[in-house]
């Protein structure tokens, strides 16, 4: 017996194909097509159309890169205006500033801190624009930290959200006091907005669950606002 027929045997069930023997080739191979994105022109739906039907929190869409711009843009826009008007209006507020955004504090943070490097002097006003960007955000991740430690049940983004949405009264006040400039006007708008950001802010917080922990959470709050109003009432 020669050593082809000692290992292959007929009654074993083996096949010896030949490999250029293309149509049995054919036949055999296994279908390795997928359906990650759906044929095309067959409405079937992969995974990576499940993925792109998603949407995420805020109501933005995965796929937005065939929207028109101007289209985005005022979407977010009326996002932020909701958001501050819920802020400024707190009566019935509702579950918006859980969908976080950072565009609102943004444009609030660089709002107050412009107002007030007008109302600064000529040779401070770069200074005073650096202090209170620096100070809005550093103080709004330092809350935040703090009402995470104390065992708070809220997100960090949406906790700097809220704290950003809310110094919204601030940046009110500020322009008032760029326009008017006199002190009798200066302290009770911004007495007023001050009460009104705290108000807004611990009323927005009031579900992170801190239980009788909750003096240790306001306070640092009503530090951060209070700060703001001085500098306010001293440019």
Known sequence: MSRQEQFVDEDDGFEI????DSGAAATKRPDLSGTIGGRIGD???????AYMSNTLPGGYHTNTLDEPILTTIGRDFGKVGRKTVQ???????????????LWGPLFFCLSLAIIMSFLAPDQ????????????VCIGSCVVTLNCK???????????????????????IASLITLL???IIVTL??????????????VGFLAGAQLANRRLLAVYPICLFYICIGWIIIIS
Request: glycine fraction near 10%; charge should be neutral; proline fraction near 6%.
């Open 17 to 20: 194909e030949s490999p250029f």
């Open 43 to 49: 409405g079937s739906a992969g995974p990576q159309a």
């Open 87 to 101: 802020v400024l209006y707190p009566k019935g507020r509702n579950n918006a500033l859980q969908e976080w955004d």
């Open 124 to 135: 401070q006003a770069s200074a005073v624009f650096t202090g209170v960007f620096a100070l």
């Open 149 to 171: 430690l104390l065992g708070g049940h809220v997100s960090f983004f949406q906790s700097v959200c809220t704290l950003g949405y809310c110094i919204s009264p601030m940046a």
């Open 180 to 182: 008017a400039h006199r």
């Open 188 to 201: 009770p708008v911004v007495a007023v907005a001050v009460g009104w950001s705290i108000s807004a802010a």
